[in-house]
């Protein structure tokens, strides 16, 4: 691991992290996906840290996530449109959109509320190119944009996203340097705002990205947020920690 990346540590930081591939594994959406056990620690950690600032900004909703995480977080939640304290907007299109999708092996359609998440993860990898070009070629209401994940495409309106989530932080929090860790392409958007605003982009995992550093796994990200931990609060880390 680059040692710049482990000597933020040094300075208050403002973190930022996708949840899915970042925080816990991939599973299917239906399932709990949760974060490794030695993660949870190091979230408590963070979540009490005396300078960093700890955020999870998800494409699933908040109430999912609150229920597999410690108390306290902070959790933002549909890729930016679902803030703590904050009424989700009212929009309308998901049931148009739901109607749209035909049939096809291993579908899962994700429904938001607000948002719409096409899976393909269970279909026979011979047929993902097929369902791909069909999903990307759907045609989408009026107000809404289409974005390409892991094995699927998320349906949402616009004028909504992770880097409007991250400028948002970033200027409710000037003092502390911005960090964005995310693993997939609807993270590609977070690496590009938060890095156009002085912080850095973590992309964890393979495949081309903008972020200008990179995580191998699960396991690495923990690595980091430990060192980022002990940079300042050596000695009251909890000893499972070191």
Do not use: C
């Not at 979230?43 to 998800?58: G, M, N, Q, T, Y």
């Not at 393909?120 to 990898?125: I, L, N, V």
């Not at 094995?151 to 309106?157: A, G, K, L, S, W």
């Amino acid at each position: 691991m680059e040692p710049e990346l482990l000597a933020l540590g040094r300075r208050p930081l403002l973190i930022v992290s996708d949840y899915d591939g970042t925080l816990a594994p991939l599973t299917l959406p239906q399932a709990e996906a949760l974060p490794l056990p030695e993660l949870l620690l190091l979230l408590e950690a963070l979540r009490d840290h005396p300078r960093h600032a700890f955020w999870i900004l998800s494409g699933r909703r908040r109430e999912e996530l609150v229920g597999w995480l410690p108390a306290g977080l902070s959790i933002i939640g549909l890729h930016g449109m679902e803030w703590p304290g904050e009424p989700l907007p009212q929009i309308d299109g998901v049931e148009d959109l739901k109607a749209r999708i035909p049939p096809y092996p291993g579908r899962f359609l994700e429904d938001k509320g607000v948002a719409l998440a096409a899976h393909y993860r269970q279909a026979p990898d011979y047929l993902v190119p097929q369902i791909e070009a069909m999903l990307l070629s759907l045609p989408v209401p009026a107000g809404w944009e289409r974005l390409r994940g892991k094995r699927v495409v998320e349906f949402r309106p616009r004028g909504f996203g992770k880097g409007q989530a991250l400028e948002r932080l970033i200027q409710q929090d000037p003092n502390r340097y911005p960090v964005f860790l995310g693993d997939d392409v609807t993270d590609e958007e977070g690496f590009a705002r938060v890095q156009a605003l002085g912080g850095v982009g973590i992309k964890v995992g393979p495949g081309p990205t903008e972020a200008l550093y990179r995580l191998e796994n699960l396991e690495a990200v923990a690595e980091l947020f430990r060192a980022w931990i002990r940079g300042d609060v050596r000695g009251r880390v909890d000893p499972q920690l070191r």
